[in-house]
């Protein structure tokens, strides 16, 4: 027989993943939970705590119990998946607004980033994704020209992989990944509707093609709150 705080548990998460229950609602206090399920207290905070820990409601001492966005895009943290298909994948209504494409000469991070000299060129691309119409991605992505000879406008709003793996013929292999979360930037802010938070998850990606060729360098800057990071792991 399942035991009671599971039996809690199972409804109140089911609502909030239905929206029965919606994001910032306060859930019932612990006393009305306990007359309700007829349950002791015990009980009643062993389901609070699993809702909790599994991010469904974040509880807050004084105030009670508050239901969390749970509408989360998930971002495979291995794999090479393009914004257009994991918006397509995951079936939510997705856009890309270009911000700046042009051709420079790398500073000297960039020389470091894509193994480059002073005289080489790089596309710089800047793209904000919206997600159910909210900014909530900042990308920065440099290729190297060597690669990639040529970006329009049209191929960045697209998909960029698809041109260069179905149109220039590139294999793109694997890549190199970092996860940090820092303090935003003016930059992000003013891009992203950043709304009250302070903090910004970074993955950047060190992309690679088939003969081990370093052609991209990416930072992908995300709002903390519309975000999780999956992965899938085995012991061995």
Same mark, same amino acid.
């Given at each position: 027989?399942? %035991?009671?705080?599971?039996?809690?548990?199972?409804?109140?998460?089911?609502?909030?993943?239905?929206?029965?229950? *919606?994001?910032?609602?306060? @859930?019932?206090?612990?006393?009305?939970?306990?007359?309700?399920?007829?349950?002791?207290?015990?009980?009643?905070?062993?389901?609070?705590?699993?809702?909790? %820990?599994?991010?469904?409601?974040? =509880?807050?001492?004084?105030?009670?119990?508050?239901?969390?966005?749970?509408? =989360?895009?998930?971002?495979?943290?291995?794999?090479?998946?393009?914004?257009?298909?994991?918006?397509?994948?995951?079936?939510?209504?997705?856009?890309?607004?270009?911000?700046?494409?042009?051709?420079?000469?790398?500073?000297?991070?960039?020389?470091? *980033?894509?193994?480059?000299?002073?005289?080489?060129?790089?596309?710089?691309?800047?793209?904000?994704?919206?997600?159910?119409?909210?900014?909530?991605?900042? &990308?920065?992505?440099?290729?190297?020209?060597?690669?990639?000879? @040529?970006?329009?406008?049209?191929?960045?709003? !697209?998909?960029?992989?698809?041109?260069?793996? !179905?149109?220039?013929?590139?294999?793109?292999?694997?890549?190199?990944?970092?996860?940090?979360? *820092?303090?935003?930037?003016?930059?992000?802010?003013?891009?992203?509707?950043?709304?009250?938070?302070?903090?910004?998850?970074?993955?950047? !990606?060190?992309?690679?093609? &088939?003969?081990?060729?370093?052609?991209?360098?990416?930072? %992908?800057?995300?709002?903390? &709150?519309?975000? =999780?990071?999956?992965?899938?792991?085995?012991?061995?």
């Amino acid at each position: 027989m399942e %035991s009671k705080y599971l039996i809690i548990y199972n409804e109140i998460s089911n609502k909030i993943e239905n929206n029965k229950v *919606q994001s910032g609602e306060k @859930l019932s206090s612990e006393n009305e939970m306990m007359k309700k399920y007829n349950v002791s207290r015990d009980t009643i905070r062993k389901a609070l705590n699993l809702l909790e %820990s599994n991010g469904y409601i974040q =509880k807050v001492k004084g105030k009670g119990s508050f239901v969390l966005d749970i509408n =989360k895009f998930d971002f495979p943290v291995s794999g090479l998946t393009s914004f257009k298909e994991l918006s397509t994948k995951m079936g939510v209504e997705s856009n890309t607004l270009v911000k700046e494409l042009k051709l420079i000469k790398p500073d000297n991070f960039l020389m470091k *980033q894509l193994n480059l000299s002073k005289n080489d060129d790089v596309w710089k691309v800047i793209r904000v994704r919206e997600i159910n119409n909210k900014k909530i991605i900042l &990308d920065k992505d440099f290729f190297n020209k060597k690669y990639v000879p @040529l970006l329009t406008k049209d191929i960045c709003e !697209n998909s960029i992989y698809e041109y260069l793996e !179905n149109e220039l013929g590139l294999k793109i292999s694997f890549a190199k990944k970092e996860i940090t979360v *820092q303090q935003a930037t003016q930059e992000d802010k003013s891009y992203l509707d950043f709304e009250n938070y302070n903090m910004i998850v970074v993955v950047k !990606n060190y992309i690679y093609l &088939d003969d081990m060729s370093l052609f991209q360098y990416t930072e %992908s800057r995300h709002r903390p &709150d519309r975000f =999780k990071f999956v992965e899938f792991a085995r012991r061995k």
